[in-house]
């Protein structure tokens, strides 16, 4: 069965530096790639998503992830991180043949220190 | 539109009560499912519904049910609440032949 890892459970930056949550996915094929983030005590919002077309995702807020095939990992990474970036990241598939189903990571918590 | 919405937002149950958790959506999708979110587990698909009329199981189906009788609802039933059914339940919605899905802001559900 494929499915997605997410190396850090928690990761915390200062304000300001760089962000990089990590993804590996199981696949024999490319499959479809999400990275959706849950800010405490709301619901999950669509960051960005690869569906085989560029490899380098830009998505909202300044966010961004690359596929690569060979290291079957789909990072998120943002430049400079914001208070308001402090939320739950998950990395998520859609395997092929799953009807289109999500799988997901076991989540991200990400901390911004001032 | 109002995107997906659930009701209610939070509740307490006791053991071996029944509920039933609202979910609606106004985008005219034909897909909907509830998932379960748990520590450190991320979210679990319970049941899934491909249009009107039409259930399945998904990967924790155990002590949950479903029906679709119109496109913009997906009641999810507790028939007999247990502590192990304490999480957030989100529910989702897209259109068919799309894969992004658009999240209700969740219920939190305690069981004592």
């Known amino acids: 069965a494929q499915s997605v890892t997410q190396l850090d459970s928690h990761v915390s930056v200062s304000e300001g530096t760089p962000v990089l949550l990590r993804c590996n996915y199981s696949?024999?094929?490319?499959?479809?790639l999400f990275w959706y983030v849950q800010h405490p005590n709301k619901g999950l919002q669509l960051l960005l998503k690869y569906t085989s077309a560029a490899t380098l995702v830009k998505g909202i807020n300044g966010f961004e992830a690359e596929f690569k095939k060979s290291e079957t990992s789909f990072h998120l990474t943002k430049p400079s991180a914001h208070m308001s970036d402090a939320a739950e990241y998950f990395c998520?598939?859609?395997?092929?043949?799953?009807?289109?189903?999500?799988?997901f990571g076991s989540g991200t918590q990400l901390t911004v220190l001032p | 539109n109002a995107g997906v919405t659930q009701t209610p937002k939070f509740q307490v149950l006791k053991t071996g009560q029944s509920m039933t958790l609202q979910c609606a959506q106004d985008?005219?999708?034909?897909?909907m499912s509830w998932y379960r979110q748990d520590p450190g587990m991320g979210l679990r698909l319970i049941h899934y519904?491909?249009?009107?009329?039409?259930?399945d199981q998904g990967e924790v189906p155990n002590g949950y049910n479903v029906s679709r009788s119109t496109t913009e609802d997906f009641p999810l039933r507790l028939l007999s609440a247990a502590p192990s059914q304490t999480s957030v339940y989100f529910c989702?919605?897209?259109?068919?032949?799309?894969?992004?899905?658009?999240f209700g802001p969740g219920t939190r559900l305690l069981v004592l």
């Open positions: 519904s491909v249009g009107a009329g039409i259930t």
């Open positions: 998520v598939v859609i395997p092929l043949g799953s009807a289109r189903q999500l799988t």
């Open positions: 985008m005219n999708h034909e897909y």
């Open positions: 989702a919605s897209r259109r068919t032949g799309q894969e992004t899905q658009y």
């Open positions: 696949s024999s094929y490319s499959p479809s």
